[in-house]
């Protein structure tokens, strides 16, 4: 092929990706989806997600069914073609199958769930492995901060899904490029201040816990006052966190319940820094001296002073 077919060609493939995204990544006989590589796969979540807010919502939720949709066609027809009839009714289809949290929106676990991908790379979603709790997390998190910075910085991302690869498939397969890709790919996903590391917050999202227990709504509703803790609810949360039975929530088992409680009153947005502040916020209010534990009569005085705050005082 000479220069000018060649550049002929190549702009006529940009046309196509101009007039439908997602008809580049179907084979041209079958028309299914191919399997998209990681970086692939961040090219359609960036071209869709327009505003860049960790969603697919409203507009660029219906560009994206438009066109995924209208590019399963063997003709060259307009994401246009698909009427608004056509698409509330795909809508509503495609939402009661993909938004598992059912927030009217599609993440990038949801939409990675729905794209045929790279094994390995859909691997480092655990869909179908959450942790059990904060605990395990915590554990997690101090294994792979190997410089104690308060951050996962990229060498260390890298090296957590070496890690979970190998887990997962009981063979090291993955080429060292491959693990470069991954890393990228992933703090492209979770870096959302984008200073190229992970932050407690961000690596929370990568590796997802079962629940909060603290989430549960008789917790929630606590906190704002609506019903009264129990002694039961108390002692339900006392058992979660205190794996080893040894009386007293400590190390990683306090970790974990004060991130889960800080994910309570602060959302979805702290670091270290703002753990080990919350820890000697809450081991001041009790007035423990027993250095890094919380009893049994401790964790109820946090859980009753919580549930005596307004949302403003939790802040």
Known sequence: MDSAAAAAAAKRV???KAHNFMRQYRDPESR????????QFMDV?????????????GTELDGFLREFVSSANATDISPEAVTDTMLEELKSCFMEAYDDNQDGKIDIRELAQLLPMEENFLLLFRFDNPLESSVEFMKIWREYDTDNSGYIEADELKNFLRDLLKEAKKINDVSEDKL???TDTMLQVFDANKDGRLQLSEMAKLLPVKENFLCRQVFKEGIDG????????????FSLYDRDNSGTIENEELKGFLKDLLELVKKDDYDAQDLAAFEETIMRGVGTDK???ISRKELTMILLTLAKMSPDEEE
């Open 180 to 182: 470069i890709e991954y």
């Open 291 to 293: 250095h890094g534990k």
């Open 14 to 16: 940009q046309i196509e």
């Open 226 to 237: 609506a019903t009264k803790l129990t002694k039961e609810d108390i002692e339900k949360v």
């Open 45 to 57: 979540w960036a071209h869709y997600d327009k505003d860049g807010n960790g969603y697919i919502e």
């Open 32 to 39: 299914e989806l191919k399997k998209l590589s990681a970086n």
